[in-house]
């Protein structure tokens, strides 16, 4: 049987049901609603009717569908350092926690105290972190991100990015490559296949292939997760994300991919098998290139 790690999943605890999150507008409502504005969208299938998906639940998916281990990332748009730290301390040979801190005064403390908790990987969701309400001008080389890149590496911590989608203006590849470069003893992992939408014209097809490259930096890798979100609407197995999957192996190397499954909201488009089974029903992939991609990959990039 294959070992599996889930390199990308998010839980909600019971704590987070009412919650509200006056920057972006945001409460957390029954049946995996979250409220955002006049609409929303569902962080989880409507039937969970308490809104809660905890790391005991999780561990017991993990067990069902043979996945030795996860990594538990977060949202700035509901922080849950107490919460994974919770987790990761009950949980301690089959999770691995995710901080968010942002540049506040204290920060430098608050990440050494995270990581002496136990947070082994510090998350940045960009399209969040550069919202009008936070920190808009960010961009990846300025002082501040360098700042907090410099730590991180320092702490050892893995840096995982969520880039935002291509539209944005926070999305340049060239400045990520070059933070990167800079920071040559952290390791680096960019989400979501570097989030492939849109990719309508010329230009933005060359800056998705030139944001995946990153992934050829002997620290950094490319995580295959949100599949079923980014791709509903063809419906699984998703043959464009197969598609775009088999030109990002060719680019940067089975060596450098990383399988997550994005849950729980992926779990509204797809089961979780399925997200599995996109990749290893997939002729295009040898068995041992599926095993890095399940696996020894996500050892290497979060040090476990």
């Not at 849950?80 to 949980?91: C, F, G, R, S």
């Not at 301690?92 to 608050?110: F, S, T, Y």
């Not at 991100?145 to 893995?158: C, P, Q, S, V, Y």
């Not at 990719?199 to 930096?217: C, I």
């Amino acid at each position: 049987m294959r070992k599996r790690i889930d390199a990308h999943v998010h839980i909600t605890p019971e704590t987070c049901l009412g919650r509200k999150n006056e920057r972006f507008g945001t409460e957390n409502l029954p049946y995996g609603r979250l409220k955002m504005g006049d609409g929303g969208f569902q962080t989880m299938p409507c039937y969970i009717h308490d809104s809660q998906f905890t790391s005991d639940t999780l561990i017991n998916m993990m067990d069902l569908y043979g996945v030795e281990r996860a990594v538990l990332l977060q949202s700035l748009m509901n922080p849950l350092n107490p919460e994974i730290t919770q987790a990761v301390h009950k949980y301690p040979d089959r999770l691995v926690g995710a901080m968010i801190v942002e540049p506040k005064e204290g920060w430098q403390q608050e990440m050494r105290r995270l990581a002496e908790e136990g947070l082994r990987v510090i998350k940045f969701e960009m399209r969040a972190f550069t919202n009008p309400n936070c920190y808009p001008d960010a961009r990846y080389g300025d002082s501040m991100m360098t700042a907090l890149f410099d730590e991180a590496e320092k702490l050892g911590l893995t840096i995982t990015i969520d880039p935002a989608p291509i539209n944005f203006p926070v999305y340049n590849p060239d400045a990520l490559a070059t933070a990167i470069e800079r920071h040559p003893n952290a390791h680096f992992v960019l989400c979501h296949l570097g989030y492939p939408l849109p990719l309508e014209t010329a230009e933005q097809r060359e800056k998705w292939h030139k944001m995946v490259s990153v992934g050829k930096y002997k620290n950094c890798w490319v995580d295959i997760s949100a599949m079923p979100d980014l791709f509903d609407a063809e419906g699984w197995p998703y043959p464009t994300a197969q598609d775009l999957i088999q030109q990002v192996k060719q680019e940067i190397g089975a060596d450098k991919l990383i399988w997550g499954s994005d849950i729980t909201g992926t779990l509204n488009r797809a089961t979780y098998p399925q997200m599995m089974q996109m990749l290893e029903r997939d002729k295009r992939f040898t068995e041992e290139e599926l095993d890095k991609i399940f696996y020894d990959n996500a050892v290497a990039a979060y040090k476990l």
